[in-house]
């Protein structure tokens, strides 16, 4: 086989390059696996979780019994609850979504412009936190945020306080901070990147043309880092609209979300169907907001920033 | 010719209706320095890669030494390939890369090393046998590709615009050192090139495309003084062009009618006949210019300076002939003390002579 | 004192500020881990280290630990492998419908792991009936992580001259030879990548763990269960410090790697 190279094989070229087979089968082969996975453990679920969400829950039993009655549930007085949830998960993703950007930009920004050696260093500083536990991130806001947590404790110590102070921990401004914090490097890291392949040459020609900095940066960087703004926000916005952890953590009875909801109905309430036809509302209202949130954009943007 | 290295037969590169290369045949012969020349994107990439099975021809078939290739792949193939990027292997030292194609053909470790260290000789870049890519100037990299390919000893060596990286000065060095490279391991080279300079001097043969076809195969000088089409007329150095319509042919020589009452005359060509439209085709160094009108010549055309140029060793002169058509370009040697300076004052009065013998004629 | 006004400005005390917004939460655990005190609260009471003492007397987290360390070193290199298969046909092949498999792929990182939990849950335990184990767990890791391997071997095979590879072929390579001897090596940054970021990916996910594990617990579902009982909560502070420091360990062991290896210039170590 392989000092064969220069050798004479016998050649049987074939006349019918049709009867060959084409290289792209090839290449299918190799991607054949990735696909049945995604196939078997993504798209055949969620036609399951379609399909269950319009089935009944009967005691123990689902029923196969086809109707939307889970969906209906969602529009009587008794699902208020529900449409309350899905709408203050949205509220709370989102706010926590704007912070996480606005407070990443500047940040992307510095270490795009500002950092000229070792950008590599700073990366590394920013990620490094992100290495701990997901939970335990979490975990860290109730003990600085708690009843007998570090800010209370602490005032309590120097004297500022006498009780200590309750509105710290459990509400949504709680969830919001610490969804803030636990996502920070999804949204550094895009921005970041987007601004760094900038050629840095466009700038100068913006000056030259008159562009005073500030300028310069809304005519100019702000509208070639889009892609990477899009994708941070998309990236912070979608997964914590059906989070879980931090609401059960650090949300109390007034922060929880739609994931804990959707818990619920899979675990002690024992409603697979309701739980499946939340989980479709969620993933709905996901889709809606992300439309309405392109759609802001606008198309002319978009396509100017390559999406 | 002997019985050739290469042989194409009708072979064509087709993405739906678009031809990368359309129904190519000739015949190369064993030890010829042959060109495929063109503008890029004219199918010459295209061309050596299918030699090289890198891409596959939808028809026709490629034969090496006799042998019909098929879809062979690359590495079933007597051909080696300098590429254009070189694809020095980055995670490998030179003496490695040199060695890469040795290591598949079985050999002990004492004659690859052998082997390697002549074809270091070769290129003269002993010494440099552990440095990588990255450590080494373009030039350099561009021997080692060299060597690379032909310690593997093909019968045919592909070359991509193996000098398109170089600076000029470089580019002409490896010229002449390539030329010399292939005399004496006397392997057919196929090069390709968009530079007809390069092509021109390198080449015993070359191959000129355009839009997936070949125009004209020929050796340099019957290239540059009988192109058979317009295309590689301009293609190739510079041409003046006059359309019009041929009124006789006697004795070889076509007279044709550039203008009302105006003829030119030109060697006739076969098949041409009374009565179709031409073109005449001159060289602008074949072309006289002088500022008062000339008895006796073959073809003479007035006309007026348009602009002039001093270039050292000749002067460039744009004249206009005729409203309505591209003005005529001259180079006249500066050998004479005194080339009229009058012509080069702009609308000075003129004429421009040539002999039969410098047009050619070309169909339409 | 001009140079010092450039570089003190108003950008670089928010690039200070953010660092400390994000290091001084993640600081407290290994602060509070040394606490010898069972609260988590100050002040401080003395330094001790019987919480890591505990740890190495904690059978379940062991088990725990070791489970997550599984699933967490099957999934990277079943994700990778996969990936890599993957990437190489997304960048050397013209395969038909190459964006819409593209995009099928990558939908996996913009579904809430919550829907992607609950519908395997239902698929496998109504539908299928399949016993739920680590093995449910790893199968659905390689569905988060395949997509992040993915996208990082792309990066990498779309950062080296194809020629290369042609190169080699050139040479005598079958197409086997030809991506062991030529685009391995040159990917093996990638590679290194792409498994620690699957790893930690797979070792920190607690929501699909949750719903597949099974009676076996992983690392992320015994913390969560720990952080419900105050008395169990140090030595969680404790193991937490522990995976913080072997990961930067981790980190910089790789950046160490990377250096050494063949002029990559990508900064994915994420």
Redesign the interface.
């Known amino acids: 086989m392989t000092a064969q190279a220069h050798s004479s094989t016998p050649s049987s070229a074939p006349a019918d390059f049709t009867a060959a087979r084409p290289e792209w089968l090839d290449g299918l082969w190799l991607i054949l696996p990735t696909l049945l996975i995604v196939l078997g453990m993504m798209v055949v679920p969620l036609i399951g979780i379609v399909v269950v969400s319009f089935w009944t829950q009967t005691g123990f039993d689902i029923l196969p019994a086809w109707n939307l009655d889970n969906y209906r549930v969602l529009f009587t007085e008794e699902g208020a609850l529900y449409r309350i949830l899905i709408m203050k998960s949205l509220w709370m993703s989102l706010t926590a979504t704007i912070a996480v950007v606005v407070l990443a930009y500047p940040m992307a920004y510095f270490m795009a412009f500002r950092i000229e050696k070792s950008k590599l260093i700073w990366i590394i500083l920013l990620t490094v936190p992100f290495w701990t536990s997901y939970l335990l991130r979490i975990f860290a806001w109730k003990v600085i945020l708690g009843f007998n947590g570090v800010i209370n404790s602490g005032l309590k110590f120097v004297g500022f306080i006498d009780k200590p102070l309750e509105f710290l921990l459990y509400n949504p401004t709680a969830v919001t901070i610490t969804l803030a914090h636990a996502w920070a490097a999804y949204a550094v890291l895009p921005i970041y990147v987007s601004l760094e392949k900038i050629d840095r040459s466009y700038l100068e020609a913006a000056q030259d043309l008159g562009d005073s900095k500030w300028k310069r940066f809304w005519r100019i960087t702000f509208p070639l880092s889009l892609p990477g703004t899009i994708s941070a926000t998309l990236l912070v916005f979608i997964p914590t609209v059906g989070d879980y952890i931090t609401p059960t953590l650090v949300g109390g009875t007034s922060g929880i979300m739609i994931g804990n909801s959707i818990v619920t109905q899979f675990g002690k309430a024992n409603n697979a169907p309701l739980g499946a036809a939340l989980s479709c509302i969620m993933m709905l209202a996901i889709t809606l907001a992300v439309c309405a949130f392109l759609a802001a954009i606008g198309r002319k943007r978009l396509k100017a920033a390559d999406i | 010719m002997a019985a050739p290295m290469i042989s194409l037969k009708s072979v064509s590169k087709r993405f739906g209706t678009f031809a990368a290369v359309d129904s190519a045949s000739f015949d190369i012969a064993p030890g010829e320095f042959f060109s495929l020349l063109g503008p890029s994107g004219c199918g010459k990439t295209t061309l050596l890669r299918m030699i090289?099975?890198?891409e596959?021809?939808?028809?026709g078939?490629i034969l090496i030494d006799g042998?019909?290739?098929?879809?062979?792949?690359?590495?079933?193939r007597?051909?080696?390939?300098v590429?254009?990027?070189y694809?020095i292997?980055?995670?490998l030292d030179i003496a490695e890369n040199i060695a890469?194609?040795l290591?598949?053909?079985?050999l002990d470790k004492a004659s690859i090393a052998k082997k390697v260290a002549q074809a270091l000789d070769m290129v003269r870049l002993s010494g440099l046998g552990n440095r990588r890519a990255?450590q080494i100037s373009g030039g350099q990299r561009q021997r080692v590709a060299l060597a690379?390919?032909i310690v593997?000893?093909?019968?045919v060596l592909l070359l991509d615009e193996p000098l398109g990286a170089l600076d000029k000065k470089l580019r002409e060095e490896m010229q002449i050192e390539l030329r010399q490279l292939q005399k004496s391991l006397g392997i057919t080279f196929i090069f390709v090139t968009h530079d007809q300079e390069e092509a021109l001097s390198l080449s015993d043969r070359i191959a000129v495309m355009a839009r997936g076809q070949v125009l004209q195969i020929d050796t340099a000088a019957a290239l540059y003084e009988r192109p058979n089409c317009r295309e590689v007329a301009g293609f190739i150095g510079n041409m003046n062009f006059f359309e019009g319509r041929i009124v006789s042919i006697a004795g070889g020589v076509a007279a044709i009618e550039i203008a009302p009452g105006q003829h030119v005359r030109v060697p006739a060509t076969n098949g041409a006949a009374p009565g179709e439209t031409a073109i005449v085709a001159v060289r602008p160094e074949k072309i006289d210019a002088v500022a008062t009108a000339p008895q006796g010549s073959d073809n003479v055309v007035s006309g007026r300076a348009l602009a002039g140029s001093y270039l050292g060793d000749r002067s460039l002169l744009l004249a206009d002939w005729r409203e309505g058509t591209a003005p005529i370009s001259v180079s006249l040697q500066n050998r004479r003390s005194a080339v009229d300076a009058d012509i080069f004052t702009k609308d000075a009065e003129l004429w421009l002579t040539w002999p039969i013998e410098a047009g050619v004629l070309l169909k339409n | 004192m001009e140079s010092l006004r450039k570089h003190f400005n108003l950008l670089s005390l928010f690039a200070v500020l953010y660092l400390a917004f994000l290091y001084v939460p993640v600081l407290l655990l290994p602060l509070f881990s040394f606490n010898d005190n069972i609260y988590v609260t100050l002040p401080f009471k003395g330094f001790t280290l019987k919480w890591y003492e505990n740890l190495m007397a904690n059978s379940a987290l062991q088990a725990a630990l070791w489970a997550s360390v599984k699933v967490g070193v099957g999934v990277s290199i079943g994700s990778t492998f996969f990936g890599l298969l993957a990437a190489r046909a997304m960048t050397r092949y013209r395969i038909p419908f190459r964006r819409g498999i593209y995009a099928l792929i990558m939908l996996p990182l913009v579904i809430p792991y919550m829907v992607i939990g609950v519908s395997t849950l239902v698929i496998l335990r109504r539908g299928l009936d399949v016993d739920l184990s680590l093995w449910t767990v790893g199968a659905s890791h390689v569905l988060i992580t395949v997509p992040l391997s993915m996208l990082v071997l792309i990066a990498r095979m779309e950062g080296f001259d194809r020629s290369l590879e042609e190169a080699s072929r050139d040479l005598g390579d079958s197409a086997w030879q030809s991506f062991r001897r030529v685009t391995l090596p040159l990917v093996m940054p990638g590679i290194v990548s792409s498994l620690l970021l699957c790893f930690i990916t797979s070792f920190d996910e607690y929501l699909l763990a949750f719903f597949l594990a099974g009676s076996e617990a992983t690392l992320p579902i015994f913390i969560f269960s720990s952080l419900r009982f105050p008395s169990k909560i140090p030595d969680v502070l404790a193991l937490g410090s522990l995976i913080l420091m072997v990961s930067i360990v981790l980190v910089v062991f790789a950046e160490w790697l990377r250096r050494r290896g063949v002029s990559g210039s990508d900064s994915s170590v994420l």
């Open positions: 090289g099975g890198f596959r021809q939808t028809e078939d042998e019909a290739m098929g879809i062979r792949p690359p590495n079933q007597p051909t080696n390939m590429f254009q990027s694809a292997f980055p995670h890469y194609g290591i598949n053909r079985g990255n690379r390919a593997c000893e093909p019968k």
